[in-house]
């Protein structure tokens, strides 16, 4: 079975500290994606990969960095965390050229509260 | 990326077909349009996707208008467990490009 994982379902932190959240996929694909998800705000999308050490701002990249050193890895940072970064963080993956399968596949999401 | 836009919310009774629809009246040629659902603290799961032609699938069936501005996707004998948030996007080229998504409509199965 197809797998996105996220380290962490749950976390809190407090407000300056620097935070990873990890994000592994076992398909192979070459492309992965951040979400964060708010209330009435759906999924707005924060930094996406299209290969290992590439990556490219989404909508709302500010108070965020990424890495990708290996294919199956993403990883968001979150240089100096403010409690406004409280949210749900989705990570995603799906093939580059997926216009075949239209699909992208979701971890289960990691709801990190920064208090 | 073609915008969409999708009620905010909408009833179905337990059973019932569930009609959810979708506008994107400035979609191009080459744009499919993609179906997903969101299930309560869940990621969300892909249901279908179509161009042109009505498509089917063991989840759902997607209707396409034939001028291509309007969808809907079709959920023909509705479970309590299809309650969730439908989102409807029409990306340029899925494979290479971020993909956006809305707000969508939160389906509730009424028992």
């Known amino acids: 079975d197809v797998k996105v994982t996220q380290s962490s379902r749950y976390l809190v932190k407090r407000t300056g500290e620097k935070v990873f959240l990890e994000c592994v996929q076992d398909m192979d694909h070459e492309n992965m994606f951040w979400y964060r998800q708010d209330p009435g705000l759906g999924l707005r999308l924060i930094y996406f990969s299209y290969d290992v050490k590439m990556k490219e701002k989404g909508d709302i990249p500010e108070g965020y960095s990424v890495s990708r050193e290996k294919k199956e890895r993403f990883s968001l940072i979150l240089e100096s965390a403010s409690t406004n970064q409280t949210s749900m963080y989705l990570c995603a993956s799906s093939l580059r050229l997926a216009v075949n399968t239209g699909e992208l596949f979701f971890g289960e999401g990691s709801r990190l509260t920064v208090l | 990326d073609a915008k969409t836009t999708q009620p905010p919310s909408m009833d179905c009774a337990e059973g019932r077909a569930a009609n959810l629809p979708c506008n994107h009246s400035?979609?191009?040629?080459?744009?499919?349009v993609y179906w997903y659902r969101q299930i309560h603290s869940q990621g969300p799961q892909y249901i279908i996707h179509?161009?042109?032609n009505n498509e089917t699938n063991e989840m759902a069936s997607l209707i396409i208008t034939e001028d291509r501005k309007s969808s809907t996707l079709i959920l023909p004998h509705a479970t309590l467990r299809d309650t969730a948030v439908y989102y409807c996007?029409?990306?340029?080229?899925?494979?290479?490009?971020?993909?956006?998504f809305g707000t969508g409509t939160r389906l509730t199965i009424i028992p």
């Open positions: 179509g161009l042109k």
């Open positions: 996007i029409a990306p340029t080229n899925f494979g290479n490009e971020k993909l956006t």
């Open positions: 400035t979609i191009s040629g080459n744009e499919y």
